[in-house]
């Protein structure tokens, strides 16, 4: 029987640093989808569901970076479960929350209005996540 190997505490460092620089990139094109993206006469879907796509990629990363432990599979399942779990809190209601979501800052993390339509972009948007996690250099593993 194999012992388990552990992982080297290096490349779990570099591999976090990565996913973290990802992530920022992926939260500027999120930011910028979403303040330029009907400046730019993009229609409202692709604003709309690519900045839930997009917030999904960065919750999966962000998950990568704080459990770099986890497997692919894994980190995409605690994404997967977070977005879930933000989307149906949209259905809670009370004064100090809805007033968060009045502010930029709760707009973007929190969103404001159900929709299952979202699960499904986060779900599109994690499954990026991996992809991109599994294409940069350096981040192969089987999962």
Not at 88 to 100: G, I, M
Request: glycine share 10%; proline share 4%.
């Amino acid at each position: 029987m194999h012992e388990a190997q552990r992982p080297n505490p290096v490349a779990l460092r570099q591999r976090s640093l990565i996913r973290a620089a990802l992530a920022l990139v992926v939260i500027a094109c999120g930011l910028g989808l979403r303040w330029y993206g009907f400046p730019l006469g993009l229609p409202a879907f692709v604003v709309k569901y690519g900045g839930s796509l997009l917030w999904a990629t960065m919750v999966f990363l962000l998950v990568g970076v704080l459990l770099p432990r986890l497997t692919r599979a894994q980190i995409a399942a605690v994404a997967m479960a977070i977005a879930v779990m933000v989307e149906f809190s949209r259905l809670v209601h009370t004064p100090w929350l809805d007033t968060f979501r009045l502010t930029m800052a709760g707009a973007l993390l929190l969103g404001r209005i159900f929709s299952l339509w979202n699960l499904v972009a986060y779900a599109v948007g994690i499954a990026f996540g991996v992809w991109i996690d599994r294409s940069i250099g350096g981040m192969r593993r089987v999962d």
